[in-house]
């Protein structure tokens, strides 16, 4: 079955940077398309960033700019590189992926906590 394991998760300090990773199991993953959302104490589930399977990418107007997603389909995993964190990026970040037929299955999430 589709398996998603985030990491990279942590606290970092207002204006660092953290690399989150997702790593796919069961999954032909070069036909998905991969996404990270975030979800905030008492708030929804947020898009933040997704790579299609031909390499577009989009970006929250919120993270344009700092974040960068990417893909490695020999490695079968995507990266949320977050530069200038701030505060507000606090969240659970969730990883995604999407099958051609429009299944979504979801990672269990890492923490991501921006404090001084």
């Known amino acids: 079955q589709v398996q998603l394991v985030e990491s990279g998760g942590g606290l970092v300090q207002p204006g660092g940077s953290l690399r989150l990773s997702c790593a796919a199991s069961?999954?032909?993953?070069?036909?998905?398309?991969m996404r990270w959302y975030r979800q905030a104490p008492g708030k929804q589930r947020e898009l933040v960033a997704t790579?299609?399977?031909?390499?577009?990418?989009y970006y929250a107007d919120s993270v344009k700019g700092r974040f960068t997603i990417s893909r490695d389909s020999a490695k079968k995993s995507v990266y949320l590189q977050m530069n200038s964190l701030k505060s507000e990026d606090t969240a659970v970040y969730y990883c995604?992926?999407?099958?051609?037929?429009?299944?979504?299955?979801w990672g269990q999430g890492t923490q991501v906590t921006v404090s001084s």
């Open positions: 069961g999954l032909t993953f070069s036909m998905f398309h």
């Open positions: 995604s992926a999407q099958s051609p037929l429009q299944s979504v299955y």
């Open positions: 790579i299609l399977s031909g390499g577009s990418t």
